[in-house]
Every structure is written in C-alpha cells, then in structure tokens.
Antibody, heavy 120, light 109 residues
C-alpha cells in the first residue's frame, strides 16, 4: 500500500543540526513532488518546504529559509530534510507528504510524523 | 506567509450541520481556487477532505462540502456524526508556497 515513513527525529541542542528522512513505498516516488509540514506541540500545521519530482525546484517557508534544505534520492525512494542552526521554535512533529494536483501543493498522502525537540 | 484565520472552535449536535470559515487575503485564498481542507484526529496524521475549494477525494463522505467567496473559504459538515469530532485545517496555495489556517476544533455534543 501507499506509505510514507519518517525517521531521524530526536532531541538536539539549539544551534545544532539534524537530518530527517522519509521512506516512500507503494507508488512511483520519482513521479511526485514531496513536502515537509510541521506541527508544534498543541499548535496548528505549518508548511515547511517542497521539492519537485526531479529535484529541479525547491521552495521554503520564510521561517526556515537559509537554515533547512529539502532533497531527495529517487534511487532510494527517500526524501530528506537537513535542518541546521536549529532553534527552540523548530520543536515540532515533522510530517512528509506527497504532493499532487495542478500545482503539486495538494497533500494527499501523509506519513505518521517524527518528533524533533530542540532543547538544551 | 501569515496563517489563514479560522475560528478556534465550533460545536454541534449529532445530525446538525456546522460551517467552518477560513479567511485569507488576495494573495492566497482570493487569488486561487486551490483551497483544501484537512481533518486531523488526536495523535494522527492529517487527512485530505476537500480540495480545489469544493472537490472531494474518493472515499470522503458527501456530508463534507466546501465553498469560497472572495478571500473566505468555508467547510460545511452536514449530518454531524461522533467520528467527525476532530481538528480541521484549511490550506491555500500562495504561489510557490502554501499557508495553513490555525485550525478549528470541532466538538460533537
């Protein structure tokens, strides 16, 4: 079945780095744009970043621009989020999601999320 | 990239209808017919319920409907059921980005 499984979350100190992974299965990963969306504890959803199916385009939310990098390895069916210079406000559950639709910004399949806690 | 505005909470009794509003700007909701709605139960991932303002994905009940007027989109749930109790988020394309609403907690009384 179509599935996305995130990993790589954990507790990290402010200013340090962390890389999240999202393993895709059950669909042709290389044909779809992919997104990261996060949700701080008790808060709403926040779109983080998108990458085109072939990696040719990447866009970010202002809150993470310059610190986070989205990438993908289509040979491994895996999406990544490299998070540098982490701040307390980056603490959240991070979801990967498949993008579809005319703009690929429609999120039809979501993973279960991985928790990132930024704390000293 | 300011969040879209949703009421914090709404409630209704089983069988009733409720409507959740989602107000954006001329840069997002008002510019594109690309508003979607997501349902999220506690501890679960969001689920797509409405896309392109008023379309339903396969498998979503026809009790869920969407509309838009100007900078405000709306989600209506008719014939409320206990399993509809969840958080609901609107989302709008905003040109190479997208923005979510703050979320609305629906309580079925």
């Amino acid at each position: 079945q179509v599935q996305l499984v995130e990993s790589g979350g954990g507790v990290v100190q402010p200013g340090r780095s962390l890389r999240l992974s999202c393993a895709a299965s059950g669909f042709t990963f290389s044909s779809y744009g992919m997104h990261w969306v996060r949700q701080a504890p008790g808060k709403g959803l926040e779109w983080v970043a998108v990458i085109w199916y072939d990696g040719s385009n990447k866009y970010y939310a202002d809150s993470v621009k310059g610190r986070f990098t989205i990438s993908r390895d289509n040979s491994k069916n895996t999406l990544y989020l490299q998070m540098n210079s982490l701040r307390a406000e980056d603490t959240a559950v991070y979801y990967c999601a498949r993008g579809v639709g005319v703009t690929i910004f429609l999120l039809d399949i979501w993973g279960q999320g991985t928790m990132v806690t930024v704390s000293s | 990239q300011s969040a879209l505005t949703q009421p914090a909470s709404v409630s209704g009794s089983p069988g009733q209808s409720i409507t959740i509003s989602c107000t954006g700007t001329s840069s997002d909701v008002g510019s594109y017919n690309l508003v979607s709605w997501y349902q999220q139960h506690p501890g679960k991932a969001p689920k797509l319920m409405i896309y392109e303002v008023s379309k339903r994905p396969s498998g979503v009940s026809n009790r869920f409907s969407g509309s838009k007027s100007g900078n405000t989109a709306s989600l209506t749930i008719s014939g409320l059921q206990a399993e509809d109790e969840a958080d609901y988020y609107c989302c709008s394309y905003a040109g190479s980005s997208q923005v979510f609403g703050g979320g609305t907690k629906l309580t079925v009384l």
